[in-house]
């Protein structure tokens, strides 16, 4: 009995192991990206505070602010201005998992947007434009549906 126990934690260490390797020469290769939950982050529509959840990448570049209702949720992927214009972006039906950090693949990013001479979007191609205003400590933005939102806490 005691002999199986510790070969079947062996085994056990060996994978994490082997996951944690790869995840980590995935991070550093730059083929994903992690995702952090911004705990302090304040998010407002129309004036009015909001119950919403924002992620940001360490270096705060990119985030995804996701609204969440009894019905459904809806998330944006917003990219801050930095050697091209900032954007924000519908991610259609997809929502991060509700965890305090998640990673995505930059080979199949869940949503996203590619800025400038023919501009293309996997998120929601929506015929309302979201005009984003970006600070250093703030974005704002129209959502779909019209609604004016201000994300603070989204600094760098």
Request: proline share 7%.
């Amino acid at each position: 009995m005691k002999r199986g126990m510790k070969a079947t934690a062996l085994v056990l260490m060996i994978v994490v192991s082997v996951v944690s390797a790869l995840l980590g020469y995935a991070t550093v290769r730059g083929h994903i990206t992690w995702f952090l939950l911004v705990p302090d982050a304040v998010v407002t529509l129309d004036g009015r505070a909001s119950t919403a959840r924002l992620y940001r990448t360490r270096s705060g570049r990119i985030l995804i602010l996701t609204l969440r209702s009894s019905q459904r949720s809806k998330s944006y992927w917003i990219v801050r201005p930095g050697p091209r214009p900032g954007d924000v972006s519908g991610c259609g039906d997809w929502s991060p998992p509700r965890l305090p950090a998640f990673f995505t693949s930059n080979l199949t990013p869940p949503c996203f947007i590619v800025i400038g001479e023919g501009s293309s979007a996997k998120g929601d191609m929506t015929a309302s434009k979201p005009n984003p205003a970006f600070s250093d400590v703030s974005v704002a933005f129209t959502a779909d549906d019209g609604g004016r939102f201000e994300v603070f806490g989204a600094a760098r």
